[in-house]
């Protein structure tokens, strides 16, 4: 959203900048009171010029005056926040050339929409293995001169330790270096270690890469990245969902991670060990629905242990060419977006289990009972015998019609049966 000429559309960028000083990252309260008709509505709404446009001028009028009527998480997390200056935030940020960019405008990216959409209240709460608030953004700070949304349309995210070894390192290199001479996009969290070899390999590569910070646009850290960010800025973009001068902290990091996982299709994690925070990311991976990726390594090395644990669980899938990614993000992406195939065998016309496809039912019957075993993507795989393309595909149709639900790493029938 640049700076507009009018001053009806200069009053609104006021207040979205408002709300992204006062609101910390993202929650369903300010997602509710934005769009009362649903967040999920908002991308076909900005498409096809219909539905109404957030009220956020009223919105952030309301915050600043304290509306009794607001949740009350909204006032009291607000509450040392509400004289926050969104005028002088606008000049900094146009003289930094940082941009705003909202659900309202053109690049927004609808692959985080259609991320979070896929989560379907699994958040934080719902999902012990994902840390961080889980709410969509509604809001975010961009540099670079890259688009945000057409760079994340073919796009993988390259995640992983600090302190990689020569392997992690080299690997992290070559794959992202492939995937970007292939044409993709190569998102990371600016980090160092593996996350700066991935976004030098794009760059070095001729690619664009999206570097997704924990802090302000305006806050150097890592501080011996910022030559790095310059090069990404490029042809690419840095983004933030941090007002300017907000400064990295841990929360922010396992925040800032859901925003790394839904700008791809999937997410590939090099090398990391048991509690790397590139495990989060890959935590959020799995419940968008987006495609878990890990790269293989030496069975006797530390910085191995949290891949081979997440291949020993069925819950990753092993690469470590540029050709295997792209099979498999092009099944997940196909998984994601397709309707089911026109062939498939349909059993009554009734709702529910006797609408199910004859691929429907063969999942539906190897998915986990509640308090059972099996279930994970791995058993149903090798029990059906269907390609992981086809059975992440199912699995998401018996999901949105309720048939069965996400326990961890396990699918489990919702009514239970046998």
């Known amino acids: ?15 979205w900048i408002y709300l992204r000083q006062t609101i910390e990252a993202s929650n369903a309260d300010i997602l509710n009171l934005l769009w009362p008709e649903g967040w999920e509505n ?73 991320a979070f959409a896929r989560i379907d209240d699994r958040g934080s709460d719902q999902n012990s293995a994902v840390r961080g608030l889980a709410a969509a953004p509604f809001a975010l700070w961009l540099r670079g001169n890259g688009n945000l949304r057409n760079l994340s349309r073919q796009s993988v995210t390259v995640v992983g330790t600090r302190q990689p070894n020569a392997y992690g390192a080299q690997l992290s290199t070559q794959l992202s270096t492939d995937l970007a001479l292939e044409g993709y996009s190569i998102v990371s969290g600016g980090a160092r270690g593996v996350d700066r070899c991935a976004h030098t390999a794009a760059l ?60 791809s299709a999937g997410t590939i994690v090099t090398q990391a060990a048991n509690r790397s925070g590139a495990l989060n990311t890959l935590n959020w991976a799995e419940v968008m629905l987006n495609q878990p990726m890990v790269v293989p390594g030496p069975v006797d090395t530390a910085l191995s242990q949290g891949v081979l644990h997440r291949l020993r669980d069925g819950r990753a899938q092993p690469v470590w060419t540029a050709s295997h990614v792209r099979e498999l993000v092009e099944a997940s992406s196909q998984f994601n977006a397709e309707a089911p195939e026109q062939q498939a065998m349909v059993f009554g016309s009734g709702t529910g289990v006797q609408s199910m496809s004859l691929n429907q039912v063969t999942v539906y019957d190897a998915a986990g009972l509640p308090g059972g075993g099996g279930g994970t993507l791995r058993d149903i795989q090798q029990e059906t015998g269907l390609s992981i393309r086809l059975v992440m595909r199912t699995l998401k149709e018996l999901d949105k019609q309720g048939l069965i ?14």
């Open 405 to 418: 639900t996400r326990e961890g790493e396990r699918w489990v029938r919702v009514d239970g049966e046998a």
């Open 204 to 263: 070095r590569a001729g690619g664009a890469s999206i570097a997704v910070l924990a802090c302000g646009l305006d806050v150097d850290y890592p501080r011996q990245h910022l030559g790095l960010f310059n090069q990404i800025a490029e042809s690419g973009v840095v983004v933030s969902e941090y007002a300017l001068g907000t400064h990295p902290a841990r929360h922010r990091f396992l925040t800032r991670n859901r925003l790394v996982a839904g700008l």
């Open 42 to 114: 908002r991308l076909e709404d900005r498409d096809t010029g219909e539905g109404v446009p957030p009220d956020v001028r009223g919105l952030a009028s309301r915050i600043r005056h304290r509306d009794p009527s607001l949740p009350r998480r909204i006032l009291e997390s607000t509450a040392t926040r509400v004289d926050c200056d969104p005028e002088a935030e606008l000049d900094a940020a146009t003289a930094a050339g940082f941009r705003l960019v909202t659900p309202q405008d053109q690049e927004w990216p609808e692959t985080l929409d259609h």
């Open 1 to 15: 959203m640049s700076p507009a000429g009018t001053t009806k559309d200069r009053q609104n960028l006021l207040a």
